[in-house]
């Protein structure tokens, strides 16, 4: 746990349980998985972070509308998060957490100079046991971290990067009442789930079950029946026709077995019923999904935690004045762009004769991340005026022409 060498370790004095207003006390342990053991469960989430893993984290300062790209320690860390991770692998860290916990604690390691300003050298994210939600005597909030492997930190809230999911009830924490995934109402589908899938199990098992008799039509005893079951073991092991040879003593009976296997509509339903408790479309799963299906999942599932990531990140890494200045963490989704280019490059070609947006911002609807080079820079085309101006314009245009055909004449 060296990460936390550079925070605060102990409670503050005077401690108490920061208040919450349904009453309950602020302790929250870290998080249940039953329902991670269904394979579907894991392929739905799976399919959001990959997406997420796919995005490019980049500090930014608002010029207006214009967003322009800020080289920082800020944008350094998210270029290297930590020795342990690429920035790919930190997002997807940080969603598996968010999607498994409701929560997602994230911890920038940074020092600061004599003028306060921050200096980020590196992020983390943690996988605590226990929260417990505390604040001192003057009411500033802390949060006490409890590990499996027995360490324990306190670090102020403020110095804390905290993403929650389905936010509702909990004052502190996403999901439940008692900050834990509500998945009550999943794990009585997975049950189901899993009723059918041990079902075709066994249908399929009865299928290599014995599925006949042999009677003989005599009296043996125990030394001719081994003797008849030899035969009728060598005769099974030499039939390569699938017929069996039996004489007038012998006669086969065989067991009429139905098995009731499930039907794939019925699994169809199941398997769409879990998928909808995560937003994400079968399609998506298969893979076999159109530009309109991949866009109703980017609007629905993906841009919910997309600005949620987002601001979380512009709130904790920067400052009230850098705030105020335009500073933001902005996720470019360069990979998940839905519309084609040729769509993209039909609006960027009706707003910019018009000089309608700067040139950064194409790059932004591109997915691309905008340029230093070109901040403030906009273009548009000469070959458009002021529409309000247009009779003045065409009237001083007819005047200079004939100025020229009576000079011409003169001559």
């Known amino acids: 746990m060296g990460i936390f060498d550079k925070l605060f370790h102990r409670k503050p004095k005077n401690w108490r349980y920061a208040p919450m207003v349904n009453g309950y006390s602020p302790i929250f342990s870290q998080f249940g998985t039953d329902i991670y053991a269904s394979d579907v469960v894991k392929q739905a989430i799976k399919c959001i972070v990959d997406e997420i893993k796919k995005l490019n984290p980049t500090h930014i300062k608002l010029n207006g509308t214009d967003p322009v790209p800020v080289r920082s320690t800020v944008q350094e860390m998210l270029d290297i998060p930590n020795p ?8 997807e860290k940080i969603c598996w957490l968010l999607m498994m916990n409701y929560n997602v604690f994230i911890v920038p390691i940074y020092h600061t100079d004599a003028q306060g300003r921050r200096y980020y050298e590196a992020i983390y994210p943690i996988q605590p046991t226990v929260v417990n939600f505390i604040e001192d ?19 102020p809230y403020d110095d804390l990067i905290h993403i929650k999911y389905n936010y509702s009830i909990n004052d502190y924490m996403g999901g439940n009442q008692m900050g834990q995934p509500d998945n009550e109402a999943l794990l009585k ?3 189901l789930n899993d009723m059918l899938l041990q079902g075709v199990a066994k249908a399929m098992n009865s299928s290599y079950a014995v599925n006949g008799a042999v009677k003989y039509n005599t009296l043996l005893d125990d030394g001719e029946t081994e003797a008849a079951l030899k035969e009728l073991e060598r005769k099974l092991q030499n039939s390569e ?31 769409e019923k879990i998928l909808r408790n995560f937003g994400v479309p079968l399609a998506i799963l298969t893979g076999d999904y159109t530009k309109d299906q991949y866009a109703a999942f980017y609007q629905k599932t993906l841009e919910p935690l997309i600005i949620s990531i987002s601001q979380a990140f512009t709130k904790k890494l920067f400052t009230r004045a850098e705030l105020a200045r335009g500073h933001q963490i902005k996720l470019y989704p360069k990979e998940l762009i839905f519309m084609t ?26 997915g691309l991340r905008p340029l230093p080079e070109l901040e403030g820079k906009r273009l548009m085309s000469l070959n458009w005026i002021d529409a309000d101006k247009a009779a003045e314009y065409q ?16 001559v």
């Open 84 to 91: 342990l991770m690429t920035t790919s692998e930190f997002l």
């Open 241 to 271: 026709s699938g017929f069996l040879p039996l004489d007038l003593k012998a006669e086969f009976i065989p067991f009429d077995r139905k098995a009731e296997l499930v039907d794939d509509k019925t699994l169809k339903f199941i398997d």
């Open 189 to 191: 589908t997975l049950q």
């Open 395 to 410: 009237t001083n245009a007819k005047v200079t022409i004939d100025a020229v055909d009576e000079e011409k004449e003169e």
């Open 341 to 366: 280019v040729q769509q993209t490059l039909e609006m960027i070609n009706i707003l910019a004769p018009q000089g309608g947006a700067y040139l950064n911002e194409y790059r932004s609807w591109l």
């Open 137 to 155: 005597a003057g009411g500033r909030l802390f949060v006490n971290f409890q590990f499996r492997n027995g360490f324990d930190t306190t670090v």
